[in-house]
């Protein structure tokens, strides 16, 4: 199940607030990680804001091509948005700690959003 691969890979990091599996198309936020205490509300700006940094593959929104990464840092938070590569509406929107390990989560993160997107 979906919930389980990110509740498995918000286990890994201590510094892994929230995750949501998300379809940029329709720009909604399809499934979360079961302890996330985020309201629809922000869930739903979280995945406009990853529809914004990442832009649709075929209308980037910011610079000259759509992104497949983007990471956005204040002092209390760490969003990272990840683009799977065989569906590229499908997408992680992660809210983590500033210090989190971002080589070894985004090691982790990947293969989990391209599991998740390809499906059983």
């Known amino acids: 199940m979906v919930v389980d691969d990110l509740d498995a890979l918000q286990d890994q990091f201590a510094g892994c607030e929230t995750i949501a599996f998300a379809d940029l198309s329709t720009q909604m936020v399809l499934v979360t990680n079961s302890q996330t205490q985020f309201r629809r509300e922000t869930l739903d700006m979280l995945c406009a804001e990853a529809a914004l940094a990442l832009g649709h593959t075929d209308k980037p929104t910011l610079g000259d091509q759509a992104g497949d990464a983007a990471f956005v840092a204040t002092k209390s938070q760490l969003r990272i948005f990840l683009r799977a ?10 809210v983590c700690a500033p210090d989190i390990d971002v080589p070894g989560f985004l090691s982790a993160a990947l293969p989990c959003l391209e599991k998740i997107s390809n499906g059983p």
């Open 85 to 94: 590569q065989a569906e590229p509406s499908d997408v992680l929107c992660c």
